[in-house]
């Protein structure tokens, strides 16, 4: 773990309310693949993918402590350590607390976070960059309609109607992560544009449909959710629909954590399947997540309809 010792001995107060400072994950750190390090203001989230020692966990707990007293000596220390090993996940807080209700900023928007439960905390690190191309996207059209699918606490949806989109419609299986989704357009002071439907996305097409189509579809299921969404037979059921849903020059954002499957899963089933789509760029991830293998880190694609063509 010393790589992550290291970056913990040099770091400098965090820019960001909400950013990752350590991503082992990425196995670009050798021994440290296990380790992921957030910042969700004013808390830290040290977290372990294996069992680890207690004095493993006390030299890292040093050591946060140490450098935050030199860096930010007037701000409380409150550190959270989650170990998430054989798909269990305990969790519990290390020094000083948790605020409750725990919001965070990222480009003037505000997010509730929950930090004390599950394995999802409210808002996804990876996906910042998704979120800036997605609030600079509808603020260069304006008043566009967006389709946000497993829209979860509906972060897109709040970034989309902060630079003036008209309408979002924010699908999503879980109510209760729909629920924290209107609390984030509350927290916003949004309070009308956004709808939200707590379904089955695949039972829900005429809803869907009906609501079209639209300038933008954000698609950002997860890899494999038993009884929801197993990306390996499920993506290529979303990709079908795309072509109907969407205006002419209407724009889709695809999105696909899974280190198992390539860009090519993506790419080769768009071509196949919606092969009128245009595929245009993939938007970058936060550098701090950088992979030994870009086919293993966070997928976002972005693909556009053809135009009407000219008279």
């Given at each position: 773990?010393?790589?992550?010792?290291?970056?913990?001995?040099t770091?400098?107060?965090?820019?960001?309310?909400a950013?990752r400072?350590?991503?082992?994950?990425?196995?670009?750190?050798?021994?440290?693949?296990q380790?992921?390090?957030?910042?969700?203001?004013?808390?830290?989230?040290?977290t372990?993918?294996?069992?680890?020692?207690?004095e493993?966990?006390?030299?890292?707990?040093?050591a946060?402590?140490?450098?935050?007293?030199?860096i930010?000596?007037?701000?409380?220390?409150?550190l959270?350590f989650?170990?998430?090993?054989e798909?269990?996940?305990?969790?519990?807080?290390?020094?000083?607390?948790?605020?409750?209700?725990?919001?965070?900023?990222?480009?003037c928007a505000?997010?509730?976070i929950h930090?004390?439960k599950?394995q999802?905390?409210?808002?996804?690190?990876?996906?910042?960059?998704?979120?800036?191309?997605?609030r600079?996207?509808?603020?260069?059209?304006?008043r566009?309609?967006?389709?946000?699918?497993?829209?979860?606490?509906?972060?897109?949806?709040?970034v989309?109607?902060?630079?003036?989109?008209?309408?979002?419609?924010?699908?999503?299986?879980s109510?209760?992560?729909?629920t924290?989704?209107?609390?984030?357009?509350?927290?916003?002071?949004?309070?009308s544009?956004?709808?939200?439907?707590?379904?089955?996305?695949?039972s829900?097409?005429?809803k869907?449909?009906?609501?079209?189509p639209?300038?933008?579809?954000?698609v950002?299921?997860?890899?494999?959710?038993?009884?929801?969404?197993?990306?390996?037979?499920?993506y290529?059921?979303?990709?079908?629909?795309l072509?109907d849903?969407l205006?002419?020059?209407?724009?889709?954002?695809?999105?696909?954590?899974?280190?198992e499957?390539?860009?090519?899963?993506l790419?080769?089933q768009?071509?196949a399947?919606?092969?009128e789509?245009?595929f245009?760029?993939?938007?970058?991830n936060?550098?701090?997540?950088?992979?030994?293998?870009?086919?293993?880190?966070?997928?976002?694609l972005?693909?556009?309809a053809p135009?009407?063509?000219q008279?």
């Amino acid at each position: 773990m010393q790589a992550l010792l290291n970056v913990i001995a040099t770091m400098e107060l965090p820019a960001t309310e909400a950013e990752r400072l350590f991503h082992g994950r990425g196995g670009l750190h050798p021994g440290c693949e296990q380790w992921v390090l957030d910042y969700f203001a004013p808390v830290w989230l040290l977290t372990s993918f294996k069992p680890v020692s207690d004095e493993e966990l006390a030299a890292l707990q040093a050591a946060l402590s140490a450098r935050w007293q030199q860096i930010a000596p007037e701000q409380a220390f409150n550190l959270v350590f989650q170990c998430r090993s054989e798909g269990r996940a305990e969790t519990r807080v290390l020094a000083g607390a948790v605020p409750e209700p725990h919001v965070v900023s990222e480009d003037c928007a505000r997010f509730r976070i929950h930090v004390l439960k599950g394995q999802n905390h409210g808002l996804f690190l990876d996906m910042a960059e998704g979120r800036r191309w997605v609030r600079e996207h509808v603020a260069a059209r304006q008043r566009v309609k967006v389709l946000n699918l497993f829209a979860y606490t509906c972060a897109f949806s709040v970034v989309a109607l902060q630079a003036g989109a008209r309408q979002v419609l924010n699908l999503d299986m879980s109510q209760g992560a729909l629920t924290i989704g209107q609390q984030n357009h509350q927290l916003n002071g949004i309070s009308s544009g956004a709808s939200f439907l707590a379904h089955d996305i695949f039972s829900t097409w005429g809803k869907i449909s009906r609501g079209g189509p639209y300038e933008l579809i954000i698609v950002d299921p997860p890899s494999y959710q038993k009884g929801s969404f197993v990306a390996t037979k499920d993506y290529a059921r979303l990709m079908r629909r795309l072509p109907d849903l969407l205006v002419p020059g209407g724009h889709a954002l695809l999105c696909l954590n899974a280190p198992e499957l390539g860009l090519a899963f993506l790419q080769d089933q768009m071509h196949a399947l919606a092969p009128e789509l245009q595929f245009v760029e993939r938007v970058a991830n936060p550098a701090v997540f950088a992979d030994v293998s870009e086919e293993r880190s966070l997928k976002v694609l972005v693909y556009r309809a053809p135009e009407l063509a000219q008279a």
